[in-house]
């Protein structure tokens, strides 16, 4: 999963220009209202998961940001978990064609560095393991979903809530009118 030069080159400057800044705030915002059962039909959309032993949450695609856009998006979440200790342990993508829908999987995992606690001696697992999934159908996003589920082997510090970890991904100030410009830059093309 490997982006082309061009890809990367656009990407690079698609951050550089903080064109993540017009979805940060409004998702983590949409996050909180659907948890508080305030969410309604308009804004952006977030659905909450619960599985057994793992949390997450599901990013709808909205058409606003554009396919390019929510491709960046999905890679900068990435980005930015590698800033909070963590590192990308594996990245695929997996196609199935269901009839006439041909539906492709971007998954990244990320594992928490191996790093102690001076007082325990455990490792740190921060948020636990965490995943970053990108799914389209027929070329058109879908949602992004992130989901963490912790380590329960002895050896390692409890995991941090996942309210947490979508505080330290999401929760950003909001676009200026001079970001918010750039979203049809990046409207359409990866």
């Known amino acids: 999963m490997k982006l082309s030069p061009a890809q990367a080159q656009r990407h690079a400057r698609w951050v550089e220009q903080q064109?993540?800044?017009?979805?940060?705030?409004?998702?983590?915002?949409?996050?909180h209202l659907r948890k508080g059962g305030a969410a309604g039909s308009r804004g952006f959309q977030v659905q909450?998961?619960?599985?057994?032993?793992?949390?997450?949450?599901?990013?709808l695609f909205d058409q606003s940001i554009g396919p390019g856009n929510f491709r960046h998006?999905?890679?900068?979440?990435?980005?930015?978990?590698?800033?909070?200790?963590?590192?990308?342990?594996?990245?695929d993508q997996c196609t199935r064609q269901?009839?006439?829908?041909?539906?492709?999987?971007?998954?990244?995992?990320?594992?928490?560095?191996?790093?102690?606690?001076?007082?325990?001696?455990?490792?740190?697992q921060r948020f636990g393991l965490v995943?970053?999934?990108?799914?389209?159908?027929?070329?058109?996003?879908v949602f992004i979903r992130v989901s963490s589920n912790a380590v329960l082997q002895e050896g390692f510090t409890p995991a941090r809530s996942f309210d947490d970890l979508l505080k330290a991904l999401l929760d950003a100030p909001p676009a200026d009118d001079a970001i918010e410009a750039r979203i049809q830059e990046y409207h359409d093309v990866f």
């Open 19 to 31: 064109v993540y800044l017009n979805w940060l705030g409004p998702y983590f915002k949409a996050y």
């Open 48 to 59: 909450l998961m619960q599985e057994s032993g793992r949390q997450g949450a599901m990013l």
């Open 73 to 91: 998006f999905y890679e900068h979440l990435g980005e930015r978990l590698l800033t909070m200790g963590y590192h990308r342990a594996c990245a």
């Open 98 to 124: 269901h009839g006439s829908h041909r539906e492709l999987t971007l998954k990244q995992l990320f594992k928490p560095d191996p790093t102690d606690c001076p007082k325990t001696g455990h490792c740190n």
């Open 131 to 141: 995943t970053v999934d990108l799914v389209a159908i027929n070329e058109q996003p």
